[in-house]
């Protein structure tokens, strides 16, 4: 098993890069079908004797995935979740957990008199240890050295009220430097105290002088780092896992110190355990994703009865005693209230503000950030401007932000499924869009690079083999394989016989005006004019809905498998809880292939949220529409139509759908390389020909175009960014 895990890629977590590691462990266990303990609960399905002997068979998968020294730390962990939620809990927020993690450990000695300073210095250093194994520094979340932003140091800091006591057994030399914690007076401990002993206050004593508004509770749902915020109007969190009586919805929105909004979409209940074993639910909690920190609110607080006390070198909160902080909380209340209502106020008044003059990119994104935070009045001001500057004709960023704002106008209006209407455009009749993406294929190299690419590998694997399957899943008019039939009749060793199985949606066949039956009349002219052997079979499937049977694999016939920017359109976990993508690839690996290539936009709008979707979209796009500028002139007919149906259809599709209606879900390279090695394949290394070939070919285009060659796979891009890569496999 572990040299499974070995060749799909994955190196021992050594406590460095977590994020990454996780990711990739989750891939693996997803694509292995073994992903359900890591969501914690038994399905009601499954026998509870299967369910012990699958999360068994998960952890060990997990441990032995992890270098020793991570795998020490874990040890006591019995469980699939248990265990990944002690790992993040280490490793994926170590400033704030470290923090949280000596700090517990400290309080939890009870601060006895009779509990020594190597108690307390072992302890240290053992968590000094431990994050030098998981390569943290020393510095790092230290709890020795916390920033705050409470009272000054030289407040009586070393004066404690908590119920427990604490007096070190190492000398000191002198009574004279003891300071009795009952009196305050120097010279004898509290115990030998002759003062009338002070009451204690049933409260909830969180930090000291030293780390005060600093991290200060530890919650039960293990996601560490509460912040108490007398600037905050509500509680508030980034995470709903931790919320119970959960409801869900549009409940406003909440304001940071720059102004900036952030949306909650829900309201429920934290329960925290204090230092002190304690239990304290917060009520009525927002939850705001966009949020990085947790914050308990002073004023909330206050308002529920609470009564928040800053003395003797902590803050207390406790029930009753109200009127010495009431006043000083409303006070703040008020005045967070008035800052709210005049930034609101602001923000409506003017929402263009902090947008240069001439800058139209920016302008695009606040317009797509102020749709995201369902600021309706500022969005239809700022698309009312940005409408003004746009032109299908113009410049190449004023041509994409007209397409841009129809995405986020149909996003609005909820009709983004209806990409031709949305673009207030004629669907083309499919001979005009045939021609379209035929001069698309002329002005750019795009498409050339991608067969090029992928037709060079197929012909360095199968260079000795008499029989050939070749299946594409998209065919389209079957224009890839025209040059690979004709380079494949001129072998010495004489025309091997050719299988295609071509694959395409059936909605496609209007395009296509006579569907696949157009292409198999285009390969049989092909094999009769170069004298090569060729079969066609049709699927007028999509490619999820494709199965084995349908592909007709025969023994004793070289496979090779073309993706053309395609798989991307294959619904991923994302999506459907089957997986399809991984599925798919699955099922190709299980044919033994010589070859599968894959070409696909280098672009990340699989999964990431909207606004960063809609930036990721408008700089790729951007550097197409550029790179088309220098070939057509800005106001020939054809570069309209070109970009109007062959490019903006794709864009509106990743702006204004969700869900399964949002069939562009593009990855970058390094995502595909994780899915092709986590189904069991490896990669093929790219015709070093090919790639002098396309070289010399992008020099007659623009001296602007740029092909790297990075992990195994080439990249075309224009100037600065990469917009396609093409890879092989076996």
Known sequence: MADEIKAAGIEKFDGTDFGYWKMQIEDYLYGKKLHLPLLGSKPEKMEAEEWQLLDRQVLGIIRLSLSRRVAHNVTKEKSTAKLMEALSGMYEKPSANNKVHLMKKLFNLKMVENTSYDDIRDLILAEEVRRKDSGESSSSGSALNINTRGRRHDRGSSRGRSKSRYRSKSKFGSRKQVECWNCGKPGHFSRNCTKPKKPEADSANATTDEVQDALILAVQSQIDEWILDSGASFHCTPHNEMLQN?????????????????????IGDVQIKTMNGSIWTLQNVRHVPELKKKLISVGQLDDSGHSILFAGGMWKVSKGAMNQTSFVSKQRQLGEAAHVEKRQKSMEEAPLHGIPPGDLKQLLITCAKALAENNVSAFDKLTEKARSVVSISGEPIQRLGAYLIEGLVARKESSGANIYRTLKCREPEGKDLLSYMHILYEICPYLKFGYMAANGAIAEACKNEDRIHIIDFQIAQGTQWMTLLQALAARPSGAPHVRITGIDDPVS????????????????????????????HGVPFFAPDVTKEMLDVRPGEALAVNFPLQLHHTPDESVDVNNPRDGLLRMIKSFNPKVVTLVEQESNTNTTPFVTRFVETLNYYLAMFESIDVTLARDRKERISVEQHCLARDMVNVIACEGKERVERHELFRKWKSRFMMAGFQQYPLSTYVNSVIKTLLRTYSEHYTLVEKDGAMLL?????????ASAWH
């Not at 959960?246 to 829900?266: E, F, Q, R």
């Open 509 to 536: 066949k209007y395009a296509r005006g006579d569907g696949l039956e157009a292409v198999a009349r285009r390969l049989s002219a092909i094999s009769e004019k170069f004298n090569i052997p060729v079969e066609f």
């Open 717 to 725: 891009g224009w100037k600065d960014r990469n917009l396609i890569s």
């Open 246 to 266: 959960y409801v869900g919805g549009d409940h406003g929105v909440v304001y940071l110190a720059d102004g900036t909004p952030l949306k909650i979409v829900g």
